[in-house]
């Protein structure tokens, strides 16, 4: 069983940057274990795929719409993954979502445990 809680959001200008952090509680096995995603959606919009990692570190996957602006990382010995993202547009305001799954796959039915989402509004 793994909990999930986001945060970080707030309301920012373009061009501007935040962090959001989701930070886990993981009974029985290690955190580290799972891959995470981080998935956003806005009003009216189906879930979309914004970036993953792998369970150690390394390997990192990440929607053409973000590449080169947000950034994925990890720390297991807090058990929390990171989104640094820098260059915010308008069209980034949604609610952002954690899930632990395959950090290959941009499809949400590939991740199983979610966080509740943390908002995020990008003012032009």
């Known amino acids: 069983q793994v909990q999930l809680v986001e945060s970080g959001g707030g309301l920012v200008q373009a061009g501007g940057s935040l962090r959001l952090s989701c930070a886990a509680s993981v009974s029985r096995r290690s955190f ?6 981080w998935f956003r959606q806005a009003p009216g919009n189906v879930r979309e795929f914004v970036a993953a990692i ?6 990192t996957n990440y929607a053409d719409s973000t590449k080169g602006r947000f ?22 305001t949604a609610v952002y979502y954690c899930a632990t799954g395959n950090f290959r796959s941009s499809w949400s039915s590939d ?11 990008v003012s032009s």
Do not use: C, F, H
Request: no cysteine.
């Open 32 to 37: 580290s274990i799972y891959g995470v995603g």
């Open 54 to 59: 792998s369970w150690s570190g390394p390997y």
């Open 71 to 92: 950034t994925i990382s990890r720390d297991n010995a807090k058990n929390t993954v990171y989104l640094q993202m820098n260059s915010l547009k308008p069209e980034d």
């Open 111 to 121: 991740y199983s445990y979610w966080g509740q989402g943390t908002q995020v509004t």
